[in-house]
């Protein structure tokens, strides 16, 4: 039977509220989105793998209808994502990650997240010189704007230094629709900039950081959009033998759920009949169909 709850919350380890929906039955699946994200930009996606699966989508703490806490710890949100899967998933679940969602549901499941197979798209490191990477003071400085309410200058900082963008394509970015959107959840980016760490910083993912993650991995990435997102993901794949690539020929970061869904569904449906990471999941690099 399917079942779809419109809005619901559970409550994380410190008493903060955490705003969820899910729909499907099946096997539990949830979705951690990047920045700026709220559980509805995921619904998409959400729905297209509701017809095999019980998807949960959330607020990351801090957006939406979720709430927050005085002082950000990454542990804080890996604790969100821990009273979601033993509560309304079940106690284990499969979980995707998208952007700097990729990296926190990467950091949960290395920290011991009750995860059965991890699907990640475009964590977005910077290990090579295919662009600058972030300043060193990028997180003091975005901490500074959101302090100051200066949420749009936040979003600017954010989309030059960690996008890349040139500031006057972002001057024009602030008269569009979409601008105050992004602004209502700009006081959240240092929550992500300190999820990225040191990984945006031009040099080699960091040796053994997610060494105790064995369960089977899928790491996405497109080859139509900016050359480090693909670079980094291949060099996350290489680093174990659970951790597969996969390449979506013609996709940037902004991969359609139609495209996404099916390549997601069909390693989420191995669960059942595979055998232990460490034994059945090779590194290797596959194209779409």
């Not at 419109?6 to 990047?34: K, M």
């Not at 990467?106 to 197979?117: H, K, P, Q």
């Not at 006081?187 to 105790?212: F, H, N, Q």
Request: charged share 20%.
């Amino acid at each position: 039977m399917s079942i779809d709850t419109p809005s619901a919350t559970v409550t994380s380890a410190d008493g903060t509220v955490i705003a969820y929906e899910r729909r499907g039955s099946g096997p539990s699946v949830v979705l951690v989105g990047g920045a700026f994200m709220t559980r509805g930009d995921s619904a998409g996606l959400a729905t297209l793998l509701a017809e095999r699966f019980t998807v949960l989508t959330y607020d990351r703490r801090g957006r939406g209808d979720s709430g927050d806490s005085p002082v950000y710890d990454v542990r804080r949100e890996v604790e969100d994502l821990d009273a979601l899967i033993q509560g309304p998933a079940g106690g284990s679940a499969m979980v995707f990650g998208m952007s700097s969602g990729a990296v926190l549901a990467l950091e949960a499941t290395a920290r011991g997240s009750a995860v059965s197979r991890l699907a990640l798209y475009e964590p977005p490191f910077v290990t090579d010189d295919s662009r600058p990477p972030l300043p060193d003071d990028y997180v003091e400085r975005l901490t500074e704007l959101v302090a100051k309410e200066a949420y749009g200058d936040a979003v600017a900082h954010f989309m030059t230094a960690a996008v890349g963008l040139p500031e006057e394509v972002v001057a024009g970015m602030r008269q569009a629709p979409f601008w105050a959107g992004m602004e209502a959840v700009a006081r959240t980016l240092p929550y992500d900039g300190r999820i990225m760490g040191d990984t945006m910083s031009g040099r080699p993912l960091p040796v053994g950081r997610w060494a105790s993650v064995t369960v089977p991995v899928l790491v996405g990435s497109g080859d139509a959009g900016a050359p480090h997102m693909l670079t980094g993901a291949r060099e996350l794949a290489a680093s174990a033998g659970n951790y597969t690539l996969r390449v979506f020929p013609g996709e940037e970061h902004a991969i359609a759920p139609e495209v996404l869904a099916p390549a997601l569904a069909d390693f989420f449906a191995e669960s059942a009949t595979s055998a232990p990471a460490a034994e059945s999941a090779t590194a290797g690099e596959g194209h779409a169909a």
